[in-house]
């Protein structure tokens, strides 16, 4: 009797309508609120490959301070004072921002990741999403040695290594190069002395052999690295600032 007057009762339809549209409005709200969330202030990342060796595993998961809103708010002292990310930090750099994105592919993209809690992607995020190292800033004046870069940074007279400029300590993964290596071959440990631009950074993995990095990319401009890795939360032997 009672699912009959659910059936032909117009203020049990309109009463089960109703609860379907809060539903669908909180669902819709939700998912404009992650996707605020996710652009302008924090977003969570697993790392998919080796490239961070030592510091950073596969599998690793992040969370990242997100720079749409940091760049409005995030002062730095150093080269650059509108730049939300220091020499040193582990960035995550989107090689995708150099073309025109398809608005309608985006938005897709984004509600499929939001209901397969980041499990399914349209876009293949590896293809074009890197985490990576920034070493030098805009204006700084660079070279290579045996894998580790030293900078000279703008206005100042004499040049560091890498590791001096981070304000956190970090190691890097050198590999054996062959006896009859040519340093005219990809993934050099050699770089002769070069100026970044107004807009460049040199962002490097900290696995220094056979990766891709600003050695084969050349600098990549500083709208083309969208967050800086905070915390790792998985796995939790690991847990912390990596």
């Known amino acids: 009797m009672f699912n009959k007057w659910r059936k032909y ?14 539903i669908f409005i909180w669902i819709v709200v939700f998912f404009l609120l992650y996707n605020l969330v996710t652009v302008f202030f924090f977003s969570m990342w697993v790392l998919e490959n080796e490239t961070m060796l030592p510091g950073l595993h596969r599998g690793d998961r992040l969370i990242l301070s997100s720079f749409g809103f940091n760049r409005l708010i995030l002062q730095n002292t150093g080269t650059n004072r509108s730049i939300p990310f220091r020499r040193g930090h582990i960035v ?17 993209d984004a509600l499929v990741r939001f209901f397969t809690a980041q499990q399914v992607n349209i876009t293949d995020q590896g293809e074009h999403v890197f985490v990576k190292r920034v070493i030098a800033l805009p204006g700084d004046e660079i070279s ?4 580790v870069l030293r900078v000279k940074p703008q206005n100042d007279t004499y040049s560091y290594t890498e590791f001096e400029l981070s304000d956190r300590p970090y190691d890097i993964t050198i590999p054996q190069v062959p006896a009859l290596w040519d340093e005219s071959l ?30 084969t990319w050349g600098p990549v401009s500083t709208a083309l690295i969208t967050g800086r890795v905070l915390f790792r939360y998985w796995p939790l032997n690991r ?3 990596p």
Do not use: H
């Open 239 to 241: 847990l912390g600032r």
């Open 9 to 22: 009762s117009y203020a049990a339809q309109k009463s089960q309508w109703l609860f379907i549209r809060w």
């Open 186 to 215: 990809p993934f050099s440990g050699n770089i002769d002395p070069r100026v970044l631009g107004d807009d460049e950074c040199f962002v490097l993995s900290d696995d220094r052999s056979n990766t891709n990095d600003s050695r």
């Open 144 to 147: 290579m040695t045996q894998f």
């Open 92 to 108: 995550l750099v989107d090689m995708a921002l150099k073309e025109k994105k398809n608005i309608f592919i985006g938005f897709w």
